[in-house]
């Protein structure tokens, strides 16, 4: 069965998801601005130079994958905010046998 992607992709499982997050290089970005510290979607946007609408459609795919922490809170005005950091520390691929294979490692 195949499924899209939210990178308009048709991807068949969850390693090539991975493997075709890893290779956006959107995706990459949000995930190295986010190593150290918590970001909102406007501060990765200003520091990766990415569209705010893009941002958010690949955090939502990253989150989908775990690859992100997420943190709400609600300011004085009412409103929520989110933070993300990236929580990945290590990822290990193979493939053996046309069988493609994917080990995350989260800090």
């Known amino acids: 069965m195949q499924i899209f992607s939210p990178l308009r992709i048709k991807v068949d499982t969850k390693e090539e998801m991975i493997l075709q997050t890893l290779l956006d290089k959107h995706s990459r970005a949000i995930l190295n601005v ?5 970001k909102t ?3 990765i946007c200003k520091e ?10 690949r955090l939502s795919l990253l989150k989908h994958l ?3 922490y997420v943190t709400c809170t609600i300011r004085p005005d009412g409103k929520k905010l989110s933070s993300y950091k990236n929580r ?3 990822i290990h691929m193979s493939l053996n046998s046309d069988n493609l294979q994917v080990h995350t490692i989260y800090s």
Request: aromatic fraction near 8%; proline fraction near 4%.
């Open 88 to 90: 990945i520390a290590e």
């Open 41 to 43: 979607a406007t501060e």
């Open 66 to 68: 775990k690859f992100l």
């Open 34 to 38: 986010t190593k150290d510290c918590s």
């Open 48 to 57: 990766c130079s990415i569209p705010l609408s893009t941002v958010y459609r």
